[in-house]
T-cell receptor, first 111, second 117 residues
Framework: TQLLEQSPQFLSIQEGENLTVYCNSS?????LQWYRQEPGEGPVLLVT?????EVKKLKRLTFQFGDARKDSSLHITAAQPGDTGLYLC???????????FGEGTQLTVNP | GAVVSQHPSWVICKSGTSVKIECRSL??????MFWYRQFPKQSLMLMAT?????????EQGVEKDKFLINHASLTLSTLTVTSAHPEDSSFYIC?????????????FGSGTRLTVV
């Protein structure tokens, strides 16, 4: 069974600060996705990374996939209260296969 | 990505009764759907993989006779929680995989909050 360790589990910061969330595994994934979930709703896909070493940017969010495709990070610049939510990383063994989820990072950005 | 509709969004039922949750892929023919369970402040746990036209594949520790999955068409999968008990209270979420390029990934339904009283 592949496992994804996500850290930190909880993060409370002030508006304007930067933060990084990490997702690590001893297994190789064919792809890794990052999701954001708000209370009472399903997760919403933010990005999919598939190539080792690739970096993708989505406005203030920067996603990186490790060279060995075992780890990933999400960096948020100048966090805003609207960024508050549960961030989940998830790895896929093959295209369209079951996903393995990390434990999640509950982010709170205080105004 | 795909558009997924999950219904109902919340349900309260009495202990011992059964509840059916529907997951529809509105614009994508999904041969495979996934059912997850999520407890408060926790991540998603895969319960089963729903395969169109065949039996679902259940994860270890998930009772297939308690959580009945039917994937009768390419656009609909249902999860029935039979003889529900308070410990079955949870947030149930379905997902399909689809999309293209940058946005390839799994689209999730909006979830169903089940409360068993």
């Amino acid at each position: 069974t592949q496992l994804l360790e996500q850290s930190p589990q909880f993060l409370s910061i002030q508006e304007g600060e930067n933060l990084t969330v990490y997702c690590n595994s001893s297994s190789v994934f064919s792809s890794l996705q990052w999701y954001r979930q708000e209370p009472g709703e399903g997760p919403v896909l933010l990005v999919t990374v598939v190539t080792g070493g690739e970096v993708k940017k989505l406005k203030r969010l920067t996603f990186q996939f490790g060279d060995a495709r075992k780890d990933s990070s999400l960096h948020i610049t100048a966090a805003q209260p609207g960024d508050t939510g549960l961030y989940l990383c998830a790895g896929g063994e093959t295209s369209g296969s079951r996903l393995t989820f990390g434990e999640g990072t509950q982010l709170t950005v205080n105004p | 990505g795909a558009v997924v509709s999950q219904h109902p969004s919340w349900v309260i039922c009495k202990s011992g009764t059964s509840v059916k949750i529907e997951c529809r892929s509105l614009d994508f023919q999904a041969t495979t759907m996934f059912w997850y369970r999520q407890f408060p402040k926790q991540s998603l746990m895969l319960m089963a993989t729903s395969n169109e036209g065949s039996k679902a594949t259940y994860e270890q520790g998930v009772e297939k006779d308690k959580f009945l999955i039917n994937h009768a068409s390419l656009t609909l999968s249902t999860l029935t929680v039979t003889s529900a008990h308070p410990e079955d209270s949870s947030f149930y979420i379905c997902s399909v995989v689809g999309g293209r390029g940058f946005n390839y990934g799994y689209t999730f339904g909006s979830g169903t909050r089940l409360t068993v009283v």
